[in-house]
């Protein structure tokens, strides 16, 4: 969703600055441009949040209308047309999302023998390695050489270091583990990074062009880590 979310709303602010079909968006500078990007990003966030949370439709239809509210005076008429240029960007992620074979089953069978992980019930995200990735040419671009043999030196080796760090850490180091497991019903990883970038664009004073592209590359990058992160995982069960 985050990956989603930020690349419609850069897609629209770009779309915005290369004309948007109507010269008049930024063609004055000044707030008419303003407005135009600001419209923007309301379009396309919420075409694109509706998608992913439809009971929400009514809510984020509001929130459009207080954002085009936000100006003196009413609705400035670039607000509008650059919301309509949202909501075509809104579209293009929103059908993207529909087809990036995200939700599709998973058909296989857990492999067993020595060695193999034992997931905890149904394997989580066993098909996320097969999600169209935004950077990666494919989800396997990068997987890593396969992990050790079981019962190898190797492996025992490594086994040997994760019991001793877990014997001994030290409180930093719990504190460390304590807080990046960031559990259900938090805003997860992706949202502690989210909230890095936000602090960055506040802190360097960004405008919608720069902001909306610092949020589309890191939560692109953070997708197409995930779909690494699983494709390895599956591929090798470990």
């Known amino acids: 969703m985050y990956a989603a979310l930020s690349v419609a709303e850069y897609q629209a602010v770009m779309a915005i600055d290369n004309g948007g079909g109507d010269d008049r968006l930024t063609a004055n500078g000044g707030r008419s441009a303003l407005e135009a990007r600001r419209g923007a990003v309301a379009g396309a966030s919420a075409r694109v949040l509706t998608f992913f949370f439809p009971a929400a439709a009514a809510s984020l239809e509001q929130r459009a209308r207080v954002e085009g509210d936000a100006g003196p005076g009413n609705v400035h008429p670039q607000f509008t047309r650059g919301f309509a240029v949202g909501q075509s960007a809104g579209d293009a992620a929103v059908e993207r999302a529909r087809n990036d074979r995200f939700t599709a089953p998973w058909t296989g069978t857990v492999p067993t ?44 080796t490594a086994t040997n270091e994760i019991r001793t760090i877990a014997t001994t850490r030290t409180p930093a180091q719990a504190a460390s583990a304590v807080y990046w497991n960031f559990p259900t019903g938090t805003f997860t990883p992706p949202g502690y990074w989210n909230l890095v970038t936000a602090d960055y664009i506040e802190a360097h004073g960004l405008d919608e062009r720069a902001a909306t592209y610092a949020f589309a590359l890191v939560s692109s990058a953070m997708m197409d880590a995930l779909i690494g992160c699983w494709d390895a995982k599956y591929y090798y069960w470990t």
Do not use: D
């Open 113 to 156: 023998g020595p060695g193999m992980w034992i997931a905890n019930g149904p394997p989580a995200g066993a098909t996320l390695g097969g999600v169209e990735p935004y950077f990666l040419e494919s989800g396997n671009q990068f997987r890593p050489p396969p992990p050790p043999a079981f019962g190898s030196p190797a492996f025992l």
